[in-house]
């Protein structure tokens, strides 16, 4: 019988561990930072700045992170007599941490200088790393229209797929979230301004290493 009620209590117990750790994982407050799980399905057509902004908010809301204002970070350039946007300008001041309470960045200024943002590091709002070069598929092309010091890049070549709304012809300039590519050039290495895609379409955004993912920042 004491082995009975023995064996009910460590069960009990048992249960009891795993609903605080289910709900631990569920609730993430704290995080301010994260590469998203997914892109728009459209690939650089995310529906503008707000259709973007939107992603990051619904991914961050289902992860238990919805009290925060969230904002992708993305650049856009002029268009129709409308100023361009730097992506270093929408994501507030920091710090940031990532979803196991990492600190990316303490500032907007160390963000875009020594930064702690990895493959380890760069993980999605569910917890996830995100394949990096090397991995089967590779998906560290992170998109954000963005030069290093986090501004949008003038010139008449298109570096945001037409303000993200296209998913054809264009291109993005990309980030590699892992910071690695097949050499050690300095751009290869660059979270938020490595090189260009081959379009805006989905299949363009893979040939890369992508799939159209955002990284996405808590302003608040």
Not at 197 to 216: F, H, I, M, P, Q
Request: with cysteine.
């Amino acid at each position: 019988m004491r082995r009975s009620n023995y064996a009910l209590f460590s069960a009990a117990i048992a249960v009891a561990v795993a609903l605080v750790a289910c709900s631990s994982m569920a609730m993430r407050p704290d995080m301010t930072f994260f590469v998203s799980s997914t892109g728009s399905g459209k690939g650089g057509d995310l529906g503008g700045l707000a259709g973007a902004d939107r992603l990051c908010s619904s991914l961050a809301t289902a992860a238990g992170a919805g009290n925060h204002a969230w904002h992708a970070y993305l650049s856009t350039v002029s268009s129709a007599g409308s100023p361009g946007v730097n992506a270093r300008d929408r994501i507030g001041a920091g710090p940031w941490r990532n979803v196991k309470g990492v600190v990316i960045a303490q500032n907007v200024t160390e963000l875009h200088a020594v930064n702690n943002i990895s493959k380890q590091t760069a993980l999605t709002e569910k917890g996830e790393v995100v394949n990096g070069f090397g991995d089967t598929p590779n998906m560290h092309d992170i998109l954000t229209g963005s030069q290093p010091d986090g501004t949008s890049i003038t010139g008449n070549v298109d570096t945001t797929c037409g303000n993200w709304t296209k998913s054809g012809e264009g291109a993005a300039m990309l980030g590699h979230s892992d910071r690695t590519g097949p050499n050690d050039s300095a751009p290869l290495k660059s979270w938020n301004s490595a090189h260009q895609s081959r379009g805006c379409s989905v299949e363009a955004l893979k040939a890369t290493g992508g799939d159209g993912r955002l990284y996405c920042f808590a302003g608040n």
